[in-house]
């Protein structure tokens, strides 16, 4: 059983670890107090050839794996959740489904471009109503012609106002549940449909969550993406990448608001001696170290039995649920080390902490991934 990282994976890790430090850190707290997302570093990403990291060459891509991209996410996450977050919901949601369902055309005009860091993708599943049932969908796509007529609203789509294309699940067959659902590609300059609101959130806000209107959205019928009914199949799929994103991603999280409280503690002195080497104080660093690891050892196992075309149904949900809980346990812990200063803007773990809540709700909350735990365990 190897535990070490591949040297390939290691030399793209510390790639993306120097510009995350040198480029994303020093504007962190910046683009987040404005609320912008920032399309110059997702510019940059893209020159550094990770923005298709587990996308093959062919359309554009590193032609990565699973692992390696979640040492990416996690570096990301470790200086930005914001940027994080927008750059796994393009990955594993908006670009990764197009490799796995689409055509070589589809491929050809949507993904490549997607993988080579030129777009940023999207992933619509949620609406207003929907929630933890996500397959409870008011969103219709009808046949007409050579057109598919989209209609109904999607709520907290991550980069829809700067995608250049969008995956949408709509119904297609009412009268067969799970089997009626398809996706269809949408682009911007596609009628019939609007960004309505980009929220205020209590995190994440240098990365835009939208809802999103279709009122008689007319698209070309090779937008289907696989065939018609295929939508709650590629839904599902989808969703086993995208929890180990997520928990790369709180890893990530949680290792930065770590070292934020670590380096605090040995710099910071009370009663003549840093606050270290206090008992309290060293046994909270020591925990959420031990936490951390824990986090990332199952995400590397979901993501290499990913790679293995294992099923990692159980795993990625444990993995994620695992990540995310630890992820918000590690940034209120850095929050308490640093003490009134960990709750000012002018030090990252009130970033962190807030960032962090989100991770047990993306990608299925922890309630979700415990139902589905224990479905894996036949309770």
Same mark, same amino acid.
């Given at each position: 059983?190897?535990?070490?990282?591949?040297?390939?994976?290691?030399?793209?890790?510390?790639?993306?670890?120097?510009?995350?430090?040198?480029?994303?850190?020093?504007?962190?707290?910046?683009?987040?107090?404005?609320?912008?997302?920032?399309?110059?570093?997702?510019?940059?990403?893209?020159?550094?050839?990770?923005?298709?990291?587990?996308?093959?060459?062919?359309?554009?891509?590193?032609?990565?794996?699973?692992?390696?991209?979640?040492?990416?996410?996690?570096?990301?996450?470790?200086?930005?959740?914001?940027?994080?977050?927008?750059?796994?919901?393009?990955?594993?949601?908006?670009?990764?489904?197009?490799?796995?369902?689409?055509?070589?055309?589809?491929?050809?005009?949507?993904?490549?471009?997607?993988?080579?860091?030129?777009?940023?993708?999207?992933?619509?599943?949620?609406?207003?109503?929907?929630?933890?049932?996500?397959?409870?969908?008011?969103?219709?796509?009808?046949?007409?012609?050579?057109?598919?007529?989209?209609?109904?609203?999607?709520?907290?789509?991550?980069?829809?106002?700067?995608?250049?294309?969008?995956?949408? #699940? /709509?119904? *297609?067959?009412?009268?067969? @549940?799970? %089997?009626?659902?398809?996706?269809?590609?949408? +682009?911007?300059? $596609?009628?019939?449909?609007?960004?309505?609101?980009?929220?205020?959130?209590?995190?994440?806000?240098?990365?835009?969550?939208?809802?999103?209107?279709?009122?008689?959205?007319?698209?070309?019928?090779?937008?289907?993406?696989?065939?018609?009914?295929?939508?709650?199949?590629?839904?599902?799929?989808?969703?086993?990448?995208?929890?180990?994103?997520?928990?790369?991603?709180?890893?990530?999280?949680?290792?930065?608001?770590?070292?934020?409280?670590?380096?605090?503690?040995?710099?910071?002195?009370?009663?003549?001696?840093?606050?270290?080497?206090?008992?309290?104080?060293?046994?909270?660093?020591?925990?959420?170290?031990?936490?951390?690891?824990?986090?990332?050892?199952?995400?590397? #196992? /979901?993501? *290499?039995?990913?790679?293995? @075309?294992? %099923?990692?149904?159980?795993?990625?949900?444990? +993995?994620?649920? $695992?990540?995310?809980?630890?992820?918000?346990?590690?940034?209120?812990?850095?929050?308490?080390?640093?003490?009134?200063?960990?709750?000012?803007?002018?030090?990252?773990?009130?970033?962190?902490?807030?960032?962090?809540?989100?991770?047990?709700?993306?990608?299925?909350?922890?309630?979700?991934?415990?139902?589905?735990?224990?479905?894996?365990?036949?309770?």
């Amino acid at each position: 059983m190897e535990f070490d990282v591949p040297s390939e994976h290691r030399m793209i890790r510390d790639s993306v670890r120097e510009f995350c430090e040198n480029e994303i850190e020093p504007i962190a707290q910046e683009i987040e107090e404005e609320h912008r997302f920032p399309a110059a570093v997702f510019d940059e990403l893209g020159e550094l050839d990770v923005m298709g990291v587990p996308i093959s060459e062919e359309w554009g891509g590193l032609g990565g794996d699973t692992l390696m991209y979640a040492l990416v996410a996690e570096e990301l996450g470790r200086v930005s959740g914001s940027i994080g977050l927008s750059y796994v919901a393009h990955t594993s949601l908006g670009a990764k489904p197009i490799e796995l369902f689409g055509t070589d055309a589809q491929k050809e005009r949507w993904l490549t471009p997607l993988a080579a860091g030129e777009q940023l993708g999207g992933w619509a599943l949620t609406e207003p109503g929907s929630g933890s049932d996500a397959s409870d969908m008011d969103t219709t796509a009808e046949r007409d012609g050579d057109e598919y007529v989209l209609n109904g609203t999607k709520q907290f789509i991550t980069n829809a106002s700067v995608a250049g294309s969008v995956l949408v #699940k /709509a119904v *297609t067959d009412p009268e067969t @549940g799970y %089997d009626g659902i398809s996706t269809f590609i949408v +682009a911007p300059e $596609d009628d019939g449909w609007e960004v309505t609101t980009e929220w205020d959130k209590m995190g994440l806000n240098a990365s835009p969550t939208c809802e999103l209107l279709f009122d008689d959205c007319r698209i070309p019928a090779d937008r289907l993406l696989g065939e018609e009914g295929d939508g709650w199949a590629q839904t599902l799929k989808t969703l086993n990448g995208g929890r180990i994103s997520i928990a790369a991603l709180s890893t990530g999280l949680a290792q930065g608001a770590f070292e934020a409280a670590k380096s605090y503690a040995t710099e910071r002195e009370q009663f003549d001696r840093p606050i270290s080497k206090f008992d309290a104080v060293r046994d909270k660093i020591v925990e959420m170290d031990r936490k951390i690891e824990r986090a990332r050892l199952l995400t590397h #196992k /979901a993501a *290499t039995m990913y790679d293995q @075309g294992e %099923d990692v149904t159980r795993m990625s949900s444990l +993995a994620k649920l $695992d990540a995310s809980e630890i992820c918000r346990e590690v940034a209120e812990d850095a929050v308490q080390v640093l003490g009134g200063y960990g709750y000012t803007t002018d030090f990252a773990p009130q970033r962190f902490y807030r960032d962090a809540k989100l991770m047990e709700i993306g990608e299925g909350t922890s309630e979700i991934q415990r139902m589905v735990l224990g479905r894996e365990l036949g309770l």
